[in-house]
């Protein structure tokens, strides 16, 4: 009976169409059991796929991509490293430390491309590639952080050339002290506020300030100003801090402000006169005119000597904050202030 079944068993699976030979779809794959026997197995594309993952491990396959998204990021972050927007963050971040250092004196210091743009070099753009390269050299040492600070007198070199800024409009303010020329030398070997205002930049007094007399001067390269500072016609105002040797009486005070005879047949113009109530011999005086040793000359002439002088004011200058003997360079605010008498200067030639 045994024999009988198996023989119809045989038959039947004898006469069934032959799956592995018509199916172009199965694909025959060896693998690794844990018995190590080597065996032939069937699977569609889809199975091979599904082991495939299942061999390759899914940790595995987040790894190389994280790998892979890495590798593209840091790419990335290397090419942003040069790009100008990158460049101008890095420049902005570093400019703003040094400027919290030298915030006393920021007006010494520009950053090095700014410098070099100056000096009609280069580009902003271009002079950071030129300190990025290492061509840059200021003080003889070569400078590649971008960003860098420099003082306007440094020695700054591009490819061993040395550069300058040209046609740089220079304004410093220097708090006079006693004992000082108001000039940019002396024969007699005094000193001079040159002494004082050392920089590589050819610069001059604006006006004159007697020896002995303390206060606002400005010095610049800037001619065209210079010039409308010192023209009478401009009426620029000048505060003087004056002591006299007695107390100044309201009648002369009252002569002084409607113009006095000085000598050699000129007379000053009208001026404002205040007396301090508290200390009746020290007198603020408000000039529109620059005449040589004016102030000393108009109290003399009602019979006074000023013991000594001091100028706090000069148009929208002062010395507030600045220790006597010390300089600081202008302001923007104060430069653009200044500036508008130049322009009032070219409204009044056109008309």
């Known amino acids: 009976m045994k024999k009988l079944i198996r023989k119809k068993v045989a038959k039947i699976e004898k006469n069934k169409p032959n799956n592995r030979a018509n199916n ?19 699977e569609t594309p889809h199975q091979v796929q599904s082991d495939r993952k299942i061999m390759r491990g899914d940790s595995n396959r987040k790894t190389v991509r994280t790998d892979r998204n890495t590798a593209q990021s840091n790419r990335h972050t290397a090419l942003d490293a040069v790009s100008p927007k990158t460049v101008a963050k890095k420049t902005k971040s570093i400019a703003k430390k040094n400027e919290t250092v030298l915030k006393n004196n920021k007006n010494e210091f520009i950053r090095l491309n700014k410098f070099i743009a100056d000096s009609g070099l280069a580009s902003r753009r271009k002079a950071d590639e030129l300190i990025a390269s290492g061509v840059v050299k200021v003080n003889k040492k070569i400078v590649t952080e971008l960003g860098t600070m420099v003082h ?12 300058s800024v040209s046609h740089r409009n220079i304004y410093i303010l220097l708090n006079k002290p006693k004992n000082c020329i108001t000039s940019t030398s002396d024969e007699k070997k005094r000193k001079t506020v040159m002494d004082i205002v050392k920089t590589e930049y050819r610069i001059f007094p604006v006006g004159r300030l007697d020896r002995n007399t303390t206060g606002v001067l400005l010095l610049t390269n800037d001619g065209e100003l210079a010039n409308c500072l010192t023209h009478p016609s401009y009426q620029i105002e000048r505060v003087y801090n004056a002591k006299l040797d007695k107390v100044l009486r309201a009648s002369d005070a009252q002569k002084i402000s409607q113009g006095v005879d000085i000598g050699d047949g000129i007379i000053t113009a009208p001026c404002e006169v205040f007396i301090h109530p508290e200390e009746k011999t020290k007198v603020t005086v408000t000039l529109t005119e620059g005449k040589n040793h004016e102030v000393r000359r108009i109290f003399e002439a009602v019979g006074y000597e000023v013991k000594s002088l001091d100028r706090k004011y000069y148009h929208n200058l002062s010395t507030k904050g600045l220790l006597r003997g010390k300089f600081r360079y202008l302001e923007k605010s104060e430069i653009a202030e200044l500036r508008k008498i130049l322009n009032k200067k070219k409204q009044v030639s056109f008309n």
């Open 152 to 163: 306007l007198s440094d020695f700054i070199t591009v490819k061993g050339d040395p550069i």
């Open 24 to 42: 172009s779809n199965t694909v025959s794959k060896k693998f690794v059991t844990k018995n190590t026997v080597h065996k032939k197995i069937k």
